[in-house]
């Protein structure tokens, strides 16, 4: 049974950081690409980052470029974001996912990602 797993969302002011991290069991973790996406309530869910299976490539979206870097450690079988200087837009339920990436470009589609996790709540005061 695939398990992804996340946490460490909370509060934090304007400007202010957080990390989120995802660890994965049931599936061979370095196979596969993983990602973030966000859903904030009322809107549909976005992407935000991606790092492939070596961890070689990672995708941003445009808003959190620069802001927010994606990392994985394949032998912990985790991914995690950093998320810097956040804004009240950033906040969202944050969403870990995984889809197969062996011989396949990166992906910001989330209908392309198999595996989902429970989602972490990231809340960013003005």
């Known amino acids: 049974q695939v398990r992804l797993v996340e946490s460490g969302g909370g509060l934090v002011q304007a400007g202010g950081s957080l990390r989120v991290s995802c660890v994965a069991s049931?599936?061979?973790?370095?196979?596969?690409?993983m990602a973030w996406f966000r859903q904030a309530p009322g809107k549909e869910r976005e992407f935000v980052a991606v790092?492939?299976?070596?961890?070689?490539?990672?995708d941003y979206r445009d808003s959190v470029k620069g802001r927010f870097t994606i990392s994985r450690d394949n032998g912990r079988n985790t991914v995690a974001l950093e998320m810097n200087s956040l804004k009240p837009e950033d906040t969202a339920v944050y969403y870990c996912?995984?889809?197969w990436g062996l011989g396949v470009l990166v992906s910001r589609i989330w209908n392309e990602y198999q595996y989902w996790g429970q989602g972490t709540q990231v809340t960013v005061s003005s």
């Open positions: 996912a995984a889809t």
């Open positions: 049931g599936l061979s973790f370095s196979n596969y690409n």
């Open positions: 790092v492939t299976w070596r961890g070689s490539t990672t």
